[in-house]
């Protein structure tokens, strides 16, 4: 992996990071309301998850395999 490579990668994880974030707020927003959109609650946990995802294979890629 080239160093352009790893930089990109490390950009795309902060990203995904700072959106899993930011749902973590909108779920806990909706938690919080009267009347929670059930569907929509639904869809941001789901989304998170997939963030998660991406974020834990990204992290593989950038961190190198060390053999015990």
Known sequence: ????????LETELARLQQEHRDLDAAIDALHQSPAPDL??????K???LLL?????????????DIIA
């Open 39 to 44: 569907l929509r609650l639904q869809r941001l």
């Open 1 to 8: 992996m080239t160093h352009e490579d790893e930089r990109e």
């Open 46 to 48: 789901k989304r998170k």
């Open 52 to 64: 998660r995802d991406r974020i834990a294979f990204i992290e593989d890629q950038i961190t190198p």
